[in-house]
């Protein structure tokens, strides 16, 4: 008995000993995160997958961005606030809108229903989006906004918004994020929630970046 016990008393030493130092990392690479958390409204629950998103975005450290929870039928979405438009960039507010509710086809979607390296992925679209229009004025803001009323427009600014995605590094994460929708959705060629009853087209165009243009996104940047 005392020779079968033996190994499970060192394992027991080994943790009251490593412990200390795990929980220590653990809290370092909080306390890493968290600055990117300035000038930034998070909720509390998603915290972590919010925050290393944000790592990826240096340029948006100053940048003050709401993340909201509400109810909507399409599960993210990102927009500049209304005010903020007529003013200077450093004066912006940005939201992001992370829904919690929506119609029973969508529900694989909404952000408590994915992995940890989905939810970076689709965060770091989202960001992607503020980048975006954080680049342009007053004018190319409007425009924008016009530009929405055009499927092609949208096709073009959504590809591009992954493109800016994976060139901040979250290629692996939007490609675990890119998968899950089309496994999901039962696509090959997802362009949206506003498709869910209509199909998804003829294909022709990807409004998101389907999972193979994305590895070939991420090997084309790596050879650059």
């Not at 500049?80 to 809108?97: L, M, N, S």
């Not at 803001?141 to 590809?159: A, C, N, P």
């Not at 998968?179 to 997802?190: D, L, P, Y």
Request: with cysteine; hydrophobic share 35%.
């Amino acid at each position: 008995m005392t020779v079968t016990r033996q190994p499970y008393k060192f394992f027991f030493f080994l943790l009251i000993i490593i412990f200390p130092f795990i929980s220590e990392a653990a809290q370092a690479t909080s306390d890493t995160l968290k600055k990117f958390g300035i000038k930034k409204e998070i909720p509390q629950q998603y915290e972590k997958p919010i925050l290393t998103a944000l790592s990826y975005f240096p340029e948006l450290k100053e940048v003050h961005i709401v993340f909201r929870i509400k109810t909507a039928y399409t599960p993210f979405t990102t927009k500049p606030d209304f005010a903020g438009v007529f003013q200077r960039k450093d004066h912006r507010t940005y939201i992001i809108t992370i829904s919690d509710q929506t119609i029973d086809t969508l529900k694989p979607l909404l952000f408590q229903n994915l992995t940890f390296e989905q939810q970076v992925g689709i965060i770091g679209h989202e960001l992607s989006h503020v980048v975006d229009f954080n680049s342009k004025n007053f004018p190319q803001t409007i425009g924008v906004g016009i530009g929405h009323i055009s499927k092609r427009y949208l096709d073009k600014m959504e590809f591009n918004t992954d493109r800016i995605c994976i060139q901040h590094g979250l290629g692996n994460y939007l490609l675990a994020y890119s998968k899950h929708v089309r496994e999901t959705m039962h696509v090959h060629n997802w362009r949206g929630v506003d498709y869910v009853n209509k199909g998804n087209g003829n294909g022709k165009y990807e409004r998101y970046m389907n999972p193979a243009t994305i590895e070939k996104t991420m090997q084309e940047m790596r050879s650059q």
